[in-house]
């Protein structure tokens, strides 16, 4: 780097006020230093520049003590904050308040994709279509009295213990199939599902075999 | 967590001094400088993350209290002087009172040298002369490039210079 010798006097004051800071590079201040040894009118406002330095630096100010109602303030400030820190951590034990930000986003523009891609696909029914071409989907509304919802649910839940029963009778869990079998007679006797087990002999062995039996035993 | 709090303290400590004396060499007035360096630190406590140490939380600390200098500036309508019983009180030299007077006498001169400078310039010279920062921190606090910093600084010590030749010529 060349260097350029100051034309204006704001220019010199420049770069003789960066001079006295060390903030010169390394160059100019070789050749500001040169300029100097032969000039005095640079050399006396150096001087000067450097006077109102030391005199500045003179002005001394006794700075109090932090006041301890400011730190009692303070310290319960930065409680407060770290509070709020605290709770959010026991909430969302893994996330810091950045990292569930990102989470949030990523998780709003992965619907806005989804819902995109949902949109922009072919096999995507058009408003007031089938959903496959000519094929209508017939939508059956039934209309039933409670009385009649709670047989129904009553038949599903027995249903769905005689498919538990063959599962743990097929697993060798006897304990277990008999307590099923228990329930059934005791809660679910008048669902009309028993026929189900009067009808499969699997069922029907398992229960003269060992819960018949056990019963006797006891 | 505790930890959190031991650094906040520390930063406390180590930057209550300069800082307030750089708010109060920046306004001249006592209640105001502690307003502010107390306020500033108070931002720190809500809102300072863990990350504020060392020389980044220093340069956060002058920041905040050189933005909240200006605004208070803003809500100024004349320029501060400064109140010579505070610079009695902080300079009351018991032992040698005739030395006392003539310091005081200096000092005044010198805070009312500094409070002739506009802010702009006022803020680059103090963080420069009594922080000893270099063009660079002071660029980043004021948020300036580096070449308005040096011209800045440059300027100042010009009008100090003005300002001041009479106690330089009597010495």
Known sequence: ????????????????????DHELPEQDRVELEHVLKSDPVRRQQLIELRHTSRLLREYEIMAPSPDPVFIHRFVE?????????????????????????????????????????????????????????NESVPVVNIYMTPNQAEDLL????????????????????????????????????????????????????????????????? | MKSLTTNALALVHENYGSLYRFVYRMAGNHEMAEDIVQETFLR????????????????????????LCISWFRKQ???????????????ADTDNPIHSLTRQERDR??????????????EVILLREFEEMSY??????????????????????????????????AE
Not at chain 1, 1 to 20: C, D, F, G, H, V
Request: aromatic residues 8%; hydrophobic residues 40%; contains cysteine.
């Open chain 2, 109 to 122: 001169q010198v805070q009312s040298a500094i409070a002739s400078l506009p802010p702009v310039l006022r």
């Open chain 2, 77 to 91: 309508t004349k320029q501060t002087e400064v109140p010579m019983d505070e610079l009695n009180e902080l300079h």
């Open chain 1, 1 to 20: 780097m060349n260097w350029n010798k100051p034309k204006t006097e704001q220019e010199w004051l420049e770069i003789l006020s960066a001079y006295l």
């Open chain 1, 77 to 133: 400030e930065q409680d407060k904050r770290q509070s709020n820190t605290r709770w959010f951590s026991f909430r969302f034990p893994a996330l810091h308040w950045s990292q569930f930000s990102i989470g949030f986003v990523t998780g709003i523009l992965a619907l806005i994709l989804v819902q995109q891609s949902w949109m922009a696909s072919p096999d995507r029914p058009l408003s007031g279509m089938p959903a496959s071409g």
């Open chain 2, 136 to 169: 660079e921190e002071i660029a980043n606090i004021v948020g300036c490039p580096l070449g308005t910093v040096r011209s800045r600084i440059a300027k100042a010590r010009d009008l100090l210079k003005q300002k001041l030749l009479p106690m330089m010529e």
């Open chain 2, 44 to 67: 720190l406590a809500r809102e300072g993350s863990k990350d504020l140490s060392g020389l980044y939380g220093r340069r956060w600390l002058f920041v905040v209290a050189r933005n």
């Open chain 1, 154 to 218: 009553q038949q599903v839940t027995a249903k769905g213990l005689i498919n538990q029963m063959k599962t743990q009778i097929h697993n060798g869990k006897w304990e277990e199939a008999a307590a099923s079998y228990n329930l059934l007679i005791r809660d679910y006797a008048d669902s009309g599902v028993l026929s189900e087990i009067e009808n499969d002999i699997r069922l029907q062995t398992f229960i003269k075999r060992y819960v018949e039996k056990r019963r006797l035993s006891l």
